[in-house]
């Protein structure tokens, strides 16, 4: 067996939080519950068994990267967007890439009317799920009907020994203009500051990381207004830059993906997580090498032409070290 001396050596005080949109991770079936009929082999898309399965390999390839380099494994927790059920999810993790990970994963069908959840996957050898849970966004469209968008779900359990509470967002797109669209992005943020503010009654020192693609930057009132009413510290804040984010869209870049933690994380302490580094994981292979778009991430897809890259965001990760 050749031994790869460029592999970092395995960090065992460290673990990896990441969070990724896949970017519209839809199986072959034809589901009578979502808008899937874009992603079907028949389909204007063409979404056939050979792309399904690309998709997976590359998909799984850049999850077991994420942290590499500082930890020298695979990230112990992936918070997940853009996923249409559980079969994909059991497709992803039995990927080659990750079928050494020990990956199981917590998800829940919610009401969204692309028929894309949230949910996170975890290594079972590092994290124990004690209790999961989701909550819905109660939106209406001009006309007084229901807009159903993605629900935000709740994971608490052990890490390393250490009691953790994970919440994994996707806000609603600017699709309809960013002003227009605020209010969508302040009900989940107000939402999300509910369960905050629920887990901090049963602890105050509960340790709350917040992760999602939440279609606003840091700067943005939606994300702003959580770090004002709690203890909450986004390291994103100084991450984006003019040439650097997670989505780029007409040339110019977003940081919509991002990692919240509770400022827990930064108390010296010799036996629990602290917050080490957080990061945009940007990595070559994830971008488009050439052309107009040469820099952006890799995409499957452009519209209706196949791409056959990773997806339309970049991940993020948050390194914790005891």
């Given at each position: ?11 065992h ?11 519209n991770?839809?199986d072959?079936?034809d ?28 998909l799984?390839?850049a ?5 590499q ?6 990230p112990?927790?992936v918070?997940l ?7 994909v999810l ?16 917590v ?5 969204d ?20 849970e989701?909550y819905?966004?109660s939106?209406?469209?001009d006309?007084g ?12 359990g ?5 009691t953790?509470h ?7 797109s600017?699709?309809?203009g ?12 107000n939402?999300?500051s ?13 340790k ?6 939440f ?7 939606s994300?702003?207004q ?35 933690l ?7 302490s ?28 890799f995409?499957?897809?452009a ?9 339309d965001?970049f ?8």
């Open positions: 067996m050749t031994q790869n001396f460029n592999a970092p050596s395995i960090r005080n460290m673990q990896t939080v990441a969070f990724y949109n896949v970017e991770l839809f072959l079936e589901s009578k519950y979502t808008h899937d009929s874009d992603f079907l082999p028949n389909a204007i898309r063409r979404w056939t068994q050979k792309r399904y399965d690309n998709k997976l390999l590359k799984g390839h999850i077991s990267k994420i942290g380099e500082e930890t020298g494994k695979h112990a927790i918070g967007a853009e996923v249409e059920n559980s079969t059991e497709d992803l993790i039995a990927s080659k890439p990750l079928e050494y990970c020990n990956y199981d994963y998800h829940f069908d919610s009401l009317e692309r028929g894309i959840d949230v949910a996170l996957l975890y290594d079972t050898t590092a994290f124990e799920v004690l209790n999961s989701t819905t966004i939106l209406t469209d006309d009907t229901p807009d159903y968008t993605r629900d935000i779900l709740l994971v608490s052990i890490l390393d020994g250490e953790i994970f919440i994994v967002n996707h806000w609603s600017r699709r309809e960013q002003k227009e669209s605020e209010f969508k992005r302040l009900a989940s943020s939402k999300v509910e369960i905050i503010a629920s887990l901090c009654t049963e602890d105050e020192n509960a709350i990381m917040i992760m999602g693609d279609n606003d930057n840091p700067q943005n009132n994300l702003k959580l770090v004002e009413a709690h203890s909450i510290y986004n390291p994103y804040e100084t991450l984006r830059s003019f040439s650097r984010g997670t989505v780029k869209h007409r040339r110019q870049w977003f940081l919509f993906d991002q990692i919240l509770s400022n827990i994380f930064f108390k010296s010799k036996t629990d997580f602290e917050f080490f580094k957080a990061e945009i994981f940007d990595a070559d292979f994830l971008k488009q090498y050439k052309g107009h778009y040469k820099g952006a991430p995409r499957t897809y519209g209706k032409k196949y791409k056959g890259g990773y997806s965001h991940p993020v990760y948050t390194i914790l070290k005891k």
